[in-house]
């Protein structure tokens, strides 16, 4: 279980007295699938917390690959962050509109760089304007940081790992998706992809991780609940999937939370595993 030093997670009160300090970077990393309008960067030129800059986790991503937002190099990584105003001392502290839907897809590339002093916004801006803080709107402009990246590869999963852990069964996977998608009883909503899930893996649906309410995180007892009754045993090792490697990561931010560590993360998730001419896949229930 994490201690109060080491929770990836901080409050709107925490923020708001830090606010302007000169080693606290605040990113806003909101996401929205394709196609949903307004676009999150006019979401956040609209409102965001003051400071804040944009953290597109489209843009941050290796633009050659036919996949989506998939892991950048850590040079352009570090050339992408350190556009942002962001340097290798500074405390970031990531949020998202409030759905939990990419602020850790943000915290957890950060550490897989190599930058551990990252925590997320619990409840994110929702709760912070709930709250009545203050926020601003426009453009950021902010000076360039000096960033050191170094990528470790135990943080993320690809398809060849994954299509060996299915004989293997070396390690537990759990899909973030809704239970339609995953049991495969809807189309995808990328075009082109079959409905069902990976062989073996378990379903926990992020959004059951926090309070729809108020936006924040469920306590310990009830996130670990949450993954036990999904049948994972947090003893052994762990992988998270979704739809694209987004939600997936709220998943991996709650078994932080929970003490976890050494899990990882299906980058290419079921936007890669779902293509027509993919490894096997299976559908119903877990």
């Known amino acids: 279980m994490t ?3 080491d929770d990836p997670l901080v409050s709107t009160e925490w923020l ?3 606010l302007g300090d000169a080693g606290v970077k ?3 990393a909101s996401f929205k699938m394709p196609g949903v309008l307004p676009l999150p960067v006019d979401d956040f030129l609209a409102a965001h917390i003051p400071g804040a800059v944009f953290f597109d986790v489209d843009a941050v991503s290796d633009r050659a690959s036919p996949l989506p937002h998939m892991y950048p190099d850590a040079t ?4 992408d962050v350190g556009a942002l105003g962001i340097s290798s001392g500074d405390t970031v502290v ?5 759905g939990w839907v990419a602020a850790p897809r943000a915290w957890w590339m950060f550490l897989s760089f190599g930058h551990g002093d990252v925590r997320v916004l619990d409840g994110g801006l929702k709760k912070w304007r709930a709250e009545r ?3 601003e709107t426009g453009k950021a402009a902010p000076k360039p940081g000096k960033f050191t990246a170094v990528f470790d590869p ?3 999963r690809s398809k060849a790992q994954l299509a060996s852990n299915l004989s293997s069964h070396r390690e537990q996977l759990v899909d973030a998706r809704a239970v339609n998608r995953f049991e495969g009883g809807v189309a995808e909503p990328r075009p082109g992809l079959r409905s069902g899930h990976i062989p073996g893996s378990r379903n926990l649906p992020y959004n059951e991780l926090f309070d729809a309410a108020s936006g924040v995180m469920k306590p ?3 996130l670990r609940a949450a993954f036990t009754g999904a049948g994972l045993d947090l003893a052994k090792p762990l992988v998270t999937s979704c739809g694209s490697g987004v939600s997936a990561a709220v998943l991996t931010l709650a078994l932080y939370r929970l003490g976890v560590r050494g899990s990882a993360l299906y980058d290419g998730s079921w936007s890669e595993w779902g293509l027509q001419d993919g490894p096997p896949i299976a559908t119903g229930p877990a």
């Open 16 to 18: 708001a007295a830090h």
């Open 94 to 98: 990531v949020y998202d509109s409030g």
């Open 220 to 222: 310990l007892d009830e």
């Open 154 to 156: 135990a943080y993320v």
């Open 26 to 28: 605040v990113v806003d």
């Open 76 to 79: 352009q990584f570090a050339r």
């Open 3 to 5: 201690s109060t030093a």
């Open 133 to 135: 803080r203050p926020v």
